[in-house]
Each structure stands twice: as C-alpha cells, then as structure tokens.
C-alpha cells in the first residue's frame, strides 16, 4: 500500500466504542474482495459508519449527500463541540477537498489527515454514498446499523459485520485491479485541498440529495452576493489633485501624463504614495522613492501610472531583466556616421574593437578597459578601490568603486567621441541618448522601475544609489553633470511570485521612502474591476470566476507551485474567452489553468480539486 493511504488506514489507532475493549484487531472473517483469511479493524472506517448511523437515525449531528459525481459531509467532531469537519469526495478524480469549520466563529482550519493530524473519518463518511453502491457493503451495513440502532446487543456479531465492511473499503480503495474499486488520490503530506468561504458562499457543494442526516453548513449557501467596494476614491477627487509644484507641462510633456479608465480602482496605497509625496515637499528629505512588491496581476504598474496621474506627471518607465547593467540605465554614445578618426591610434584601435562589440556603450568600454565587475565589487570593494586609484580605503563600499569607474569609462567616451581635422572635416559626429531613466530624472517626471529583482548583478542598482537621494547627480558621457530635479518620483516595482526574482539589495531597500505589498484585489473589488474591463453583465457568474482564481492562488501556495502566474489578467482572459467560446470551463483550461502552472499533474490537479467543485464541463451531445 502506498505511503498515501497509510495516511488513511492507520491501524494503530485506538477503536472506538462498541470495539474499544477489543485487544486483538484482526478478526477472522473477510470480504469477499479480500483473502478469505482475516480482516482488521480500522478506527477511521468505524468512525465514519458510526456518524452515518447517528446521521441516520437521528441521534447525531450531521450529514452526508450528494451532488452528481460528487459527494460530501458534515462530521461533528468529538473534541471541540462548535467544530464540524467538512469534506467534499470526487470519484471521478479520487480528489478530496476538507476543512475544520467552527460553526460558532465561522473560521476555517486546514484539514491534514495523516498520523499527527485528523483521521480521515470524515472523509470516509463523505465516500459513503460510493461505497454503499456495493451489493456486499450495503448488505452488511445494513445489519451494522440495525445492531446501531438497537444498542449492540450483540458485540461479538458486530464485530464481525464491521470487520467485513473494513476490509471491503480496504480492499476496494487500496487495489486498483478490485472489480468494485474506489480511486482515492492523496499526497504522502496528507494536506487536502480546503473548502474554502467561496465554495460555501457560491453553493458549490449544496448536495442535490441528502443521503443520511440534515445538513446545516453547506445547505447555508446560494447565490453569492457580491459586496460593493467601501471607500471608493473617485477619479475627481484623485487625478492631479497632488500637484507636487506648480508647473506648466509642454504638450509633449501633457501626453505622457497617464488617463486612468474609468474602470479603474484606485488602491489605497497609490493615495499614501501621492498623499507622502505631496506633503514632504517642502521639507528638507521629501519623499521620492517608493517600492511596490507583490505577486504578478495585482495592479502595481497600473499603481505606478496611476501615481503619476494623481501627482500630474508624465510617467516613463525601465524594464529590467536579468543582463541589465549599470550603464544601461545612464544612456548610449551612437554615431551619426560609418567612419571617422580620432587622431589617435590607440583610441582609433579601440574604436574599432568596439565596432565589433555593437558600438561605444558604457558596457563595451568598460570591458575593453578590463575595469572591475560588479561580483569584484561586491567581495572586496577594498581592493577593488585600492586597484582603481591606488590609494587605501578600508571602509570602500560598491558604491564608491562604482562612482570611480562611472568617471572612468565617461572619460574614455569622451576621448573617443573627439575627432581629428580630418574626422571633422569628414563630417563625423556623435549623439548622445538620454535612457527614460535620465529624462525622468532630469525633467522631474515619474519613472517606474519594473523587476529590478530579476537583474542577475545584485549590485547594478547600488550603482544608482546617488541618484535615489534626493540631491543626488551622475556625469553623463557628453560630461554634463545631472541633478536629480525635485519633483522626480521613482516609483520600483517587483513580483514576489515570478520564477527567477531575487531579494532586493538592502542598501536600495533603505532609499525607499515607503515601501508598500500589494495583494490581489479584495473579491468584490476583482469583480467590480473585471466587470468594468470585460463589460460582463452576470455578477453571479463574475463572482464565481473570481472565488476560482482565488483558490487557485491558495492551492499554488500551499503546494509549492510556482512556475505560473494567475491574478487579474488571468482572469480578464477568463472572462473575454468564456464571452467567445459560450463555455466557461472550457476558457478557464486555457487561461487560468494553463498559465498557473505548466506541469501536467499540477494542473489536472487544480483542475479537480478547485476548477470543477464550481464550474463543470459541459456534456457532449450525441
């Protein structure tokens, strides 16, 4: 048997009445899908057929149905009296979904069912309705609860009856080649996927037929109502109502400046941000830089635009990737025509092996000049300033190292930017190239910095640590020396669920005026937006989507599943699909389920255990 259901039958447990005098377990009877030789009692399969009795004959709580393929229970637990363990079986999949719900504070508890944890009975009372379609199981059932009902006045007979039903539900779930198998799919972890609020709210697992019992959690559901978001912020009261100065923007300037759609909600860390922002600036360290981290889809670019609209700037922004350098954020000599000396044949020589590196960037001339890397940097900034200027400074940091050779590779530039007489004559010139990053900072303008933590150097963006203080300034390769203006804002963004993010540096972290986590959208926020975007008019229907990708979220996370991405993208994509296809499983399979993961039993899992309890396939007609 595998490791998984041991997690099931554990027969080390202790039996519970009428069994709990019997020393020896094994009794000498079988089912007839066993060996004919003995079978053992188990405390889970007693458990879970003594709760469908009292359900049954109504001297307990709880209850077991079923819904299509599907079945479910309540099962009040013995230990704390308001707890009630519901579980949700799926036999088509084998998939289990369990939660440990209080009825009195209405808090959920995971359910893990493994030797530490619960053990399955409830479980085992929601397989019930399966297991009873055995012509075996059901006849010893019934003779089981006839002795339930009149009291056990007949243990030994008991025994008997039970031991037959434990190893009828051991055999048929542990052989897969039994006639009358049951699939039973669990991890060795014994961590079940939870029923969560939604599913009670949206009546996901309301059972169409009551088996045994009177259901009084999950038959406390229905159409979902989807709550309208307190404390909108309206557009007229946000948009360039945070005016750090006055100032008159070009028409140029105007159209960078972002128009928030009318669909959009504006968050309340984008009002802080603006609301920081304006009131430090007339104080002597204003609020300039701000981090917004978060898993993927939660709206942080659409934050950082939505900052330079309250604060009536134009927005740019520098996406980052893993091969970003420093220079690439300082901007790039090119020339305006093949050809040309310098005079010198050293710098002509040197000219000509950076023509064969893609032309004079900060990169290419650092790496013609040998100058350290950022990794040297990071180890011994010490030695590496020692090896730069010659001179001893034992509290070096990166940051200096970097200053140092910023200067050196501007010099280079410059010398090899100069033309002879005859270049001149010839006509050669050059142009310098402001990056987004140079004309926010310039011009005062917000700039966004995407996915710094995807950048593999960790020390590229120490390199601009004297441009995040507010009075900071660089030498660009023309020689002009930039200050940063007042107004500039830096807004950083950052996933914190993208394969191949890293930490950020801790010494940017400490430049970040206010750093902000930015989690997916409240639901009836999701579903306010979504219908905004999409133009979707069935609320029910949104809301549902929205308790899906949700799950989806809380599934990925608690099973270590990493490699996608789901949020409000994801389920914009949902909802436009689901308008074209008229199949709202279908477009999921292909938008939700298929970006969240790309491994092929992780999504027939997400499939199973989150997809199907709310939206099913539709059925072929022949």
């Not at 458990?47 to 309540?74: F, P, Q, W, Y």
Request: net charge negative; hydrophobic share 40%.
């Amino acid at each position: 048997m595998s490791v998984a259901l041991n997690n099931f039958f554990n027969f080390s447990r202790s039996l519970p009445p009428p069994f709990d005098a019997i020393t020896n377990k094994k009794i000498p009877v079988a089912s007839q899908y066993g060996d004919g030789k003995q079978a053992t009692l188990c405390c889970t399969v007693i458990k879970a057929l003594n709760a469908v009795c009292a359900c049954m004959n109504g001297t307990g709580e709880g209850a077991v149905g079923v819904i299509d393929h599907r079945s479910v229970a309540e099962y009040k637990s013995s230990v704390a009296p308001d707890a009630y363990h519901l579980a949700v079986f799926d036999s088509g999949t084998g998939s289990i979904s369990a939660t440990v719900y209080d009825k009195n504070t209405e808090v959920m508890e995971n359910y893990v069912l493994n030797n530490a944890g619960r053990d399955g009975a409830a479980v085992m009372m929601a397989m019930f309705p399966f297991l009873n379609r055995d012509e075996e199981f059901e006849q010893y059932f019934n003779e089981y609860y006839d002795q339930y009902a009149a009291g056990f006045p007949d243990v030994p007979a008991a025994t008997n009856t039970m031991a037959i039903l434990c190893d009828n539900v051991y055999r048929r779930v542990k052989d897969n080649s039994c006639e009358a198998h049951i699939k039973v799919t669990l991890d060795k972890s014994g961590n079940l996927m939870r029923v969560t609020q939604g599913h009670l709210d949206s009546g996901a697992f309301t059972p169409t037929d009551v088996v045994a019992g009177e259901f009084t959690i999950f038959a406390k559901t229905g159409r979902a109502t989807v709550k309208k978001a307190s404390a909108v912020v309206e557009h007229s009261d946000f948009v360039s109502k945070y005016e750090l100065h006055t100032r008159a923007l070009n028409p140029q300037e105007q159209a960078l400046v972002p128009t928030l759609p009318e669909w959009y909600i504006i968050p309340s860390e984008v009002v802080d941000i603006c609301k920081h922002a304006q009131a430090t600036t007339e104080k002597s360290a204003p609020m300039r830089n701000f981090l917004l981290r978060g898993p993927a889809g939660t709206g942080k670019t659409m934050g950082a635009k939505a900052i330079a609209a309250g604060l009536h700037l134009p927005y740019m922004k520098y996406t980052c990737s893993a091969n970003t350098e420093i220079f690439d954020f300082v901007g790039m000599i090119f020339p305006d025509s093949e050809g040309g000396s310098t005079g010198d044949a050293l710098l002509d020589k040197e000219k000509e092996q950076l023509a064969s590196l893609g032309g004079i960037t900060y990169a290419n001339v650092a790496k013609i000049m040998n100058l350290p890397g950022l990794d040297d940097m990071d180890y011994d900034p010490a030695g590496v300033y020692r090896a730069l200027t010659g001179l001893e400074k034992e509290d070096a940091s990166a940051q200096d190292c970097m200053a140092i050779i910023m200067d050196k590779v501007t010099q280079k530039v410059q010398a090899l930017s100069k033309r002879s007489e005859e270049s001149q004559s010839a006509g050669q010139t050059y142009r310098y190239v402001d990056t987004d990053f140079i004309k926010a900072l310039r011009y005062g303008y917000v700039i966004e910095i995407q996915e710094p933590s995807t950048i593999a150097q960790p020390g590229v963006l120490v390199g601009l640590n004297s441009l995040l203080e507010q009075s900071g300034s660089i030498t660009l390769p023309t020689g002009e020396i930039i200050h940063r203006h007042p107004d500039a804002v830096v807004v950083v963004t950052t996933n914190t669920s993208y394969e191949g993010c890293r930490g950020m540096n801790q010494s940017v972290l400490d430049r970040m005026s206010l750093v902000r986590d930015v989690e997916l959208p409240s639901p009836e926020v999701m579903v306010q937006r979504a219908m905004a975007v999409t133009g979707a008019t069935d609320e029910y229907q949104v809301g549902q989507m929205v308790q899906v990708v949700n799950d989806i979220a809380e599934y990925c996370r608690k099973n270590s599943i990493s490699d996608g991405s789901y949020g409000m993208r994801s389920l914009i994509d949902w909802i436009t699909s689901t308008e074209i296809t008229g199949d709202v499983y279908q477009s999921a399979l292909y938008t939700i389920i298929s970006k969240a993961t790309a491994d092929e039993i992780d999504r027939e899992a997400l499939i199973s255990a989150v997809l199907e309890p709310t939206f099913r396939p539709k059925r072929k007609t022949a």
